[in-house]
């Protein structure tokens, strides 16, 4: 499967942006989802991540903030983010299983 992220741009702070990624092939077996990001000069981490089984996990930087959900059937994930921060600027990447990745989208929070 391939996946391709997009809904990345630039907002103030406080604002709200919504990602999507789209999947080449069914992600109905794929047991988990996630979405990473990376700052410049910092090491990728993990935003949030969700199993077929509806189970969620947030890095403790996005509680309350942002929200990750799938759509087996459209073959998509989400990333609705809340509260933006100029902290939360970064690269995002989503993520299928344990070895796919999708090509990032640049998220800007501007202060």
């Known amino acids: 499967v391939q996946l391709q992220a997009s809904g990345g741009g630039l907002v103030q702070s406080g604002g709200s942006l919504g990602l999507s990624c789209a999947a080449s092939?069914?992600?109905?077996?794929?047991?988990?989802m996630g979405w990473y990001r990376q700052a410049p000069g910092k090491q990728r981490e993990l935003v949030a991540s969700?199993?077929?089984?509806?189970?969620?996990n947030y890095s403790d930087s996005v509680k309350g903030r942002f929200t990750i959900s799938r759509d087996n059937a459209k073959k998509t994930v989400y990333l609705q983010m809340n509260g933006l921060k100029p902290e939360d600027t970064a690269v995002y990447y989503c993520?299928?299983?344990?070895?796919?990745w999708g090509r990032g989208t640049l998220v800007t929070v501007s202060s």
């Open positions: 993520k299928a299983g344990l070895y796919t």
């Open positions: 092939g069914s992600i109905f077996s794929i047991q988990i």
């Open positions: 969700i199993t077929n089984g509806g189970t969620i």
